[in-house]
């Protein structure tokens, strides 16, 4: 297992997994080291979807009063590859973009970004609304 991982022992702290056919469709890119939200849209699914419980560097979080409702891990794509010696090396000039799942749900006061390898927590809008807020390196640009 990779450093910027979660371990197994994460994934059994997530809440239960929300099953919704709306789903929240988070445009997140990378841009050398910042992250930007692109949009934000809705999409109705064919059937209910749940929220996989998968392992990531990167979060989307939900919380209400402080205690966790939903998270969705990923990782954005080409931004830690194996090296030759059986490592991982960070590709940091690197210009990535992902589309995340987020179940719709009524609950929740409270959406962050979160880079689970440093810490960094960013703000972004819940319920979402358009046009979204620039996430930067220093936290949302308004």
């Known amino acids: ?4 991982m979660a371990n197994a022992a994460d994934v059994m702290h997530d809440p239960a997994p929300i099953t919704s056919k709306d789903q929240w469709v ?14 934000v849209h ?4 064919p059937a209910p979807m749940t929220t996989p419980r998968a392992m990531g560097r990167f ?8 205690n966790l409702v939903e998270r ?13 010696e059986g ?11 992902i589309g995340v799942f987020f179940p719709v749900t009524s609950r929740g006061d409270k959406l962050e970004l ?15 609304q358009a046009p979204p807020p620039r996430v930067t390196d220093g936290g949302t640009d308004q």
Request: net charge negative.
């Open 114 to 128: 979160v880079d689970r390898t440093n810490g960094q927590h960013w703000a972004l809008p819940w319920p979402p």
């Open 26 to 39: 988070f445009d997140l890119r990378w841009d050398s080291g910042d992250v930007y939200l692109v949009e």
């Open 87 to 97: 490592g991982i090396r960070m590709n940091a000039k690197l210009k990535t973009r």
């Open 72 to 84: 969705t891990r990923f990782d954005f794509p080409g931004l830690a590859v194996p090296d030759q």
């Open 59 to 66: 979060a989307i979080e939900l919380t209400e009063h402080g």
């Open 42 to 45: 809705k999409v109705e699914m």
């Open 1 to 4: 297992m990779i450093a910027v």
